[in-house]
């Protein structure tokens, strides 16, 4: 590993000043990054050590229900966190599936995201929870959806300089729930082959509302997939109408071969793990989720 100036800002101007320097990188947990610096395929000449900052591990709940989970958060300070258990389990479980309990305790859920992995257990379950993202600059603050912060397999929109401050998750929607599964060859710390997050409403008469469905490992970053949710809009929740949204996911879906599995194979995935992930969350609604 190459040597580096090794940084330990305790506030956010001075992270991103720091960070505003050519061959500058944050480190929140490390989990990625020391890894990819060992193996020479990430370098670095400057390290921001972001642990030490309060506004970026802290899990804030809102005046207005939203709640604000700093970037530097462990995956398993989400997981455990009463709020995001409770309004959010699809987060809640998803950060569950980051690696180990050791790789959990230090893996940040800021990390999850701005490691940009096609396969990112996080990112589709904050996607379908339709989560915004707070970055900081040396211009000062801006807010944009998560979305927009993916632009492919290891990269984001953030420029040099700039800090994923904050991933905000919305008021909760009544009578909605969420769900997030995958597949892996093994059970438990391996990549997904494919994953499916889900957002689902219901109005009073018990038709959907609105849908959120996003698809992971199958294109170059996390996508929602829109005729499926199309086709849900003012239906009621039968069996046979989410096998047909997982039929149309599965087409929205776009897939590589690779040695893990061939493009069709992660379409069939998507079609099962669409249906599956749907009646979940209408599961959820008819228990009384919050």
């Known amino acids: 590993m190459q040597a580096f100036e090794y940084l330990r800002p305790e506030t956010v101007e001075a992270a991103v000043a720091a960070l505003n320097e050519s061959g500058a990188r944050a480190l929140a947990g490390g989990t990625d990054l020391v890894p ?5 395929r990430r370098s670095a000449s400057r390290i921001v050590d972001l642990k030490h900052i309060g506004e970026l591990t802290a899990i804030t709940v809102r005046p207005d229900g939203s709640v604000a989970i700093g970037a530097a958060a462990t995956a398993t300070a989400v997981s455990r ?3 995001i258990a409770a309004t959010y389990p699809a987060v809640a479980s998803s950060v569950r599936l980051i690696g180990g309990v050791q790789v959990q ?23 379908a929870q339709d989560a915004r993202a707070v970055i900081a600059s040396p211009q000062g603050r801006r807010e944009s959806s998560l979305a927009e912060l993916l632009h492919g397999p290891g990269r984001t929109s953030l420029s040099p300089g700039e800090l994923l401050v904050s ?9 909605s729930a969420a769900a997030y ?22 109005d009073a008469r018990g038709a959907i509302a609105a849908a ?34 997982g039929r149309l996911a599965a ?19 998507v079609s099962v793990l669409t249906a599956r992930a749907l009646a979940d969350g209408c599961a959820q609604i008819q228990a009384g989720a919050p």
Request: glycine share 6%; proline share 9%.
């Open 212 to 245: 959120r469905i996003v698809l992971a490992s199958v294109a170059p970053t996390a996508i929602r997939a829109p005729t499926a949710e199309a086709k849900l809009i003012g239906e009621q929740p039968t069996s046979a109408l989410l096998t047909e949204a």
């Open 105 to 127: 305790n230090r893996a940040s859920l800021g990390g999850n995201i701005c490691n940009a992995a096609p396969s990112a257990d996080a990112v589709p379950a904050l996607l």
């Open 181 to 202: 599964l995958r597949f892996t060859p093994r059970r438990e710390m391996d990549i997904a082959i494919a994953g499916v997050a889900a957002w689902i409403a219901l």
């Open 167 to 175: 991933i905000v998750l919305p008021p909760h929607t009544p009578r």
């Open 36 to 40: 990819q610096m060992r193996e020479g």
């Open 81 to 83: 966190h009463a709020a």
């Open 251 to 269: 087409q929205d879906a776009r897939p590589i071969s690779d040695t893990r599995g061939s493009a069709d194979y992660r379409r069939t995935l």
